[in-house]
């Protein structure tokens, strides 16, 4: 069961719902709507939990005004002439261009990201059709670029994956199993080529240390010195490598 209740933040009401549970800890979670959730063991008290809340009133609205910004940002693509898409950490107008027949398929030249599609498609499908033409594509060129980058990381830390597969998650860039196979989310196309080594740099090292420890970050930055910088990027950057 859960309740709403809510506090004041320099004359702001700032709602929470409430909802018990058997954890052990008060948890605060804002989602990515903005909506404030609060998780409470049965035997805490309700001033307790209020005034928990109240103390992480700051890193609550922080959090609020980021995801309302995230929302103000986000763009409801129409797959049309002249929307910008990322490639390589660039951002290119987008073309269609009618042909007679085929499929549809993706052209980069000039500066310009040109989808050829079929005069006869019917306009409720263009939309889906562009869309999945330029993923396509997309993968195809991930798939071309990271060949070579791997090669050259392994050859550098000495650790080379079993095998090689391209994603397409919403939260990772990039995963190792015990297995030694390595998931790398397409997405990262639309990077910079720097971020794209990190990634890679980052699994990589997952080869030969499994966890997030120190030994594994020294790891990382004998690699790559200025990945802490495309952590920073990659957070503040990474909802923009999309093409929803």
């Known amino acids: 069961m859960k309740t709403e209740y809510y506090f004041e933040n320099h004359g702001n009401k700032i709602y929470y719902t ?4 058997r954890r052990k800890t008060i948890g605060i979670i804002v989602d990515k709507s903005g909506e404030v959730r609060v998780h409470a063991p049965f035997f805490v008290s309700k001033k307790l939990i209020f ?3 109240k103390e992480k ?3 609550i609205v922080k ?3 980021e995801t309302e910004q995230i929302r103000l940002n986000s763009v409801s693509r129409r797959f049309d002439s002249g929307e910008g898409f990322l490639y390589l950490g660039c951002e290119y107008p987008l073309e269609i ?3 007679d027949s085929g499929k549809p398929e993706v052209i980069f030249q000039d500066n310009i990201l040109a989808v050829r599609i079929s005069r006869d498609l019917p306009a409720e499908s263009r939309e889906q059709a562009v869309k999945e033409a330029l993923m396509l594509w997309y993968r195809q060129r991930f798939a071309e ?3 070579e980058r791997i090669e050259k990381y392994s050859k550098k830390l000495h650790a080379s994956p079993c095998k090689i597969v391209i994603k397409n998650q919403k939260t990772r860039w990039g995963s190792c199993s015990k297995k030694g196979n390595i998931n790398l989310n ?3 196309i639309m990077a910079p080529v720097y971020i794209i080594d990190y ?3 980052h699994e990589l090292c997952h080869l030969k240390v499994m966890n997030h420890s120190k030994d594994f970050w020294n790891l990382v930055e004998s690699i790559f010195p200025n990945y802490r910088e495309c952590r920073k990027w990659l957070k503040e950057n990474g909802r923009k490598l999309t093409i929803n």
């Open 51 to 53: 005034d928990v809340v």
């Open 63 to 65: 959090k609020i005004n």
């Open 199 to 201: 990634v890679i740099v």
């Open 57 to 59: 009133a700051d890193w």
């Open 18 to 21: 409430l909802r018990r549970t």
């Open 145 to 147: 670029i990271i060949g």
């Open 186 to 188: 397409w997405r990262l």
């Open 97 to 99: 261009v009618e042909k």
